[in-house]
């Protein structure tokens, strides 16, 4: 991952209006593109871009602009390879509408029937959620994307697992909420269903048809093709591919499906991915573009109007890489812009510029009005930072020392979170990445980023995390806003599980005087159980000095007193007290 140094675009811009020349004859209607897109690298201190323009079943224009390797002055080429990210999306649920009418499912039915191991936060959405609605960004779900962004896992399965814990905002179909969760389910529901890979089902029902040869999954592969872009400022589960191969793409759902006069998709699939099944926001026209109005999804599309033209698209951004597919059905048109600058405007601005001399429109200047709309946001950000006030106590300290945060936590949605201290400063392994927890005031904590060269953030603000006390005195959790549209994610306490051997554990066990009780402790097979009359068996994790955690009760455990090699005595430590009983002889 590179970041490209303003200083350097701007001591080279002459460099980079630098287009790949191509021998082709440009379409009348496209007079002055090259000229027009080239001052996009200028405007926007890119690195580089690639576009192609498809018209029915042919490409009309495809060019690369700048470079895909910056510092080695190589020039993009239509053939350059770029994550296209989010326009990934409709590649996957078109997996769906291909095993739809192969009659392996109904887009209309509950997921969970065909995928029993998914199950959501509430009956309501385990009886209700359909294939349309993880498609439309309908279910309820909130974007949730620290939980398989941050909090990485080595399977989808396991990701799939962690849904059940991931809370709604809204009731099923009451709004749009974007989930990127939602279209690895429907990954998974391919795979189930097809017993092959999500990768492989990709390749073999998309790619192969379509002659996408180059085109592949895996962040991986991208640096190994001899003609692939680096993304500037890459993370996996994205398309890689080029605007020539992605224009066969295009050029599929603008026929029907058809490639080639070969059925790749299925028309009626097609007619249902672009007809609108949610609606996104309000859509009423602006008074500077009156002509752009509606906005809606469909399955795995973006819908709107374009002055005058139905359109459907969608834009893409992972690490390093933005990109927008985008076709007009009605107009047999499709334009496919590429780019290695992370989170990017050039992918839009490029396509309306092309879409406008296609249909003979009024001229805009996208680029200069964007540029004024970032700057008077820029402003306007800046006049609210000075009149905001800081809700930050000065002069408070954390209620405990700093090593006694230490520990393992767990929220059952995300996953693992490790906090330890070095240095005189509390530090946290949160999935992927290493954070500095900067001190606010009382317990809680700023998560701050770091890296070597850079060295710690300093800068105000950043997502908040607030350790909590259990009854015991010691740290038993902490809650962080992860996901803003719901309550704050809390992580428990996890104690790390020391393993003991069978040998080790035997010296616990016995018969136990409590209260005129007995509490039995026992083993089966490496693991200690506790029970106590009238409650179930309890299953213990061990976390030192003769003390184990019960595994199902937050805030409980059991101490043993040994005396030599063997226990004589045992204290249950709870909320309400601890209750010491002694070892029967």
Request: hydrophobic letters at 35%; one cysteine or more; glycine letters at 10%.
């Amino acid at each position: 991952m590179k970041k490209l140094s303003l200083l350097a675009v701007l001591a080279c811009c002459g460099m980079l209006v630098y287009a790949q020349k191509t021998k082709q004859t440009v379409d009348k209607r496209l007079t002055g593109i090259d000229t027009a897109l080239s001052r996009l690298l200028k405007d926007w201190n890119a690195p580089g871009f690639a576009v192609a323009v498809v018209e029915k079943d042919k490409v009309i224009y495809s060019k690369g602009f700048g470079y895909s390797d910056y510092e080695a002055k190589k020039p993009v080429t239509p053939n350059t390879l770029f994550a296209i990210g989010s326009c990934t999306k409709a590649f996957t649920s078109s997996l769906l509408g291909i095993l739809e009418k192969e009659g392996k499912l109904s887009l209309n039915k509950k997921v969970t029937e065909y995928l029993p191991t998914l199950q959501f936060f509430n009956n309501e959405m385990n009886n209700g959620v359909t294939s349309i609605d993880l498609m439309s960004h309908r279910t309820g779900l909130p974007r949730h994307d620290f939980s398989w962004y941050l909090f990485t896992t080595k399977s989808r399965d396991s990701l799939i697992e962690r849904v059940q814990y991931l809370e709604p905002s809204a009731t099923l179909r009451e709004r749009w909420q974007y989930n990127n969760f939602m279209f690895l389910v429907q990954g998974v529901l391919a795979e189930k269903l097809t017993g092959k890979s999500w990768e492989a089902n990709i390749r073999e029902r998309i790619f192969t048809p379509l002659g996408m040869s180059r085109s592949n999954l895996s962040v991986d592969d991208l640096p190994k093709d001899n003609d692939a872009a680096i993304g500037y400022r890459l993370k996996n589960d994205s398309i890689n591919s080029s605007v020539t191969e992605m224009a066969n793409w295009v050029i599929t759902w603008i026929n029907d499906g058809k490639f080639e006069g070969k059925e790749v998709l299925p028309a009626g699939y097609i007619t249902k991915a672009f007809s609108s099944h949610m609606s996104t926001g309000g859509g009423y026209p602006g008074k500077t573009n009156p002509d752009i109005y509606f906005s809606d999804y469909g399955l795995g599309w973006s819908l709107s109007s374009y002055r005058g033209h139905y359109r459907v698209d969608h834009g893409g951004n992972i690490d390093g890489f933005s990109a927008n597919t985008s076709f007009f059905p009605a107009d047999s048109i499709g334009v496919i812009v590429l780019t290695n600058q992370n989170g990017s405007p050039i992918p839009a601005l490029a396509r309306n510029i092309i879409i406008d001399k296609l249909f003979g429109l009024k001229y805009i200047n996208w680029s200069g009005d964007r540029k004024k709309e970032l700057e008077k946001s820029k402003k306007e950000a800046k006049e609210a930072e000075g009149t905001k006030q800081s809700s930050r106590v000065t002069g408070t300290k954390p209620s405990h020392g700093l090593k006694e945060y230490e520990g393992n936590f767990n929220h059952p949605g995300y996953g693992d979170a490790g906090v330890y201290w070095r240095n005189d400063s509390l530090f946290s392994n949160m999935g992927k990445d290493s954070v500095w927890l900067r001190h606010y005031h009382y317990d809680v904590f700023e998560i701050k980023g770091f890296d070597r060269q850079d060295g710690l953030d300093t800068t105000e603000g950043g997502t908040k995390i607030n350790f909590r006390t259990g009854e015991d005195g010691k740290i038993s959790g902490f809650t962080a806003s992860l996901e803003p549209n719901v309550k704050p994610i809390e992580f428990s306490y996890k104690p790390k599980a020391r393993p003991l051997t069978r040998q080790e554990l035997e010296k616990y066990t016995g018969e136990y005087s409590l209260a005129g009780m007995t509490a039995k402790v026992y083993l089966k097979s490496e693991i200690l159980y506790v029970f106590v009359p009238g409650q179930p068996e309890y299953e213990t994790v061990y976390t030192g000095d003769h003390t184990f955690k019960l595994k199902v009760l937050d805030g409980y455990s059991v101490k043993f007193d040994v005396s030599g090699n063997e226990a004589n005595a045992l204290t249950f430590i709870q909320p309400n007290g601890n209750f010491k009983a002694v070892k029967k002889k």
